[in-house]
């Protein structure tokens, strides 16, 4: 059974540096092509994919945000971490982690987005 | 970057009702999108995977259809437990980006 939890602070001030930890269960990180994303949704809003990384350490981010972010896993750990520099009001939201599974290609299990499986999700309100 | 687009943004149906929600991809992704079905203060749930495959365990009247650019949602039966927000995205290429969603309510 997988499982994934979010957690972290729950109030950041403008311009500090959010870091939040994904402890996931049911599931390695080192199998081949699997993945655990970050995806948030600002209350109200519609869900906004943040950040992947891969069983193989390829990590991807959002365009917009790329600047921003810092993703890195621990496999012993079971644990996945994303770092938002520069926090704003606007990023207020419910961040989520989620498994990201491979898909099969000519018997091949290749690397996907297909968020299975998803944390329940932790609030984070930027204020000073 | 692959942006993708839904329509409606909003519905309101009555129970046993046929509800279709279209997804549109700014360009040819196959058939490789998802549909998503999330609840108020819920985390976000898989329904369908490669456009049309249900995920195991979820209900037969959600189906989804469609390739290339263009795809369908369906639910064949409006249920009250159906109340949510319905959500494509498309996993052709990175960055997998989500559709605005379209909110389902009862009429």
């Known amino acids: 059974q997988i499982t994934l939890e979010e957690s972290g602070p729950t109030l950041v001030k403008p311009t500090q540096t959010l870091t939040l930890t994904c402890t996931f269960s049911?599931?390695?990180?080192?199998?081949?092509?699997?993945?655990v994303a970050w995806i948030r949704q600002p209350p109200g809003k519609a869900l906004e994919w943040l950040a992947l990384i891969y069983w193989d350490d390829d990590k991807r981010y959002s365009p917009s945000l790329k600047s921003r972010l810092t993703i890195t896993k621990d496999t012993s750990r079971n644990q996945v971490v994303l770092r938002m520099a520069n926090m704003d009001p606007v990023d207020t939201a419910t961040y989520y982690c989620a498994h990201s599974r491979p898909r099969p290609v000519f018997g091949v299990l290749v690397p996907s987005a297909v968020f299975d499986y998803w944390g329940q999700g932790t609030l984070v309100t930027v204020s000073s | 970057d692959i942006q993708m687009t839904q329509s409606p943004s909003s519905l309101s149906a009555s129970v046993g009702d046929r509800v279709t929600i279209t997804c549109q991809a700014s360009?040819?992704?196959?058939?490789?999108l998802n549909w998503y079905q999330q609840k108020p203060g819920k985390a976000p749930k898989l329904l369908i995977y490669d456009a049309s495959n249900l995920e195991t365990g979820v209900p037969s009247r959600f189906s989804g259809s469609g390739s290339g650019t263009d795809f369908t949602f369906t639910i064949s039966s409006l249920q009250p437990e159906d109340i949510a927000t319905y959500y494509c995205?498309?996993?052709?290429?990175?960055?997998?980006?989500f559709g605005p969603g379209t909110k389902v309510d009862i009429k």
């Open positions: 049911g599931f390695s990180l080192s199998t081949s092509g699997v993945g």
């Open positions: 995205q498309q996993y052709d290429s990175l960055p997998p980006f």
């Open positions: 360009q040819d992704i196959t058939k490789y």
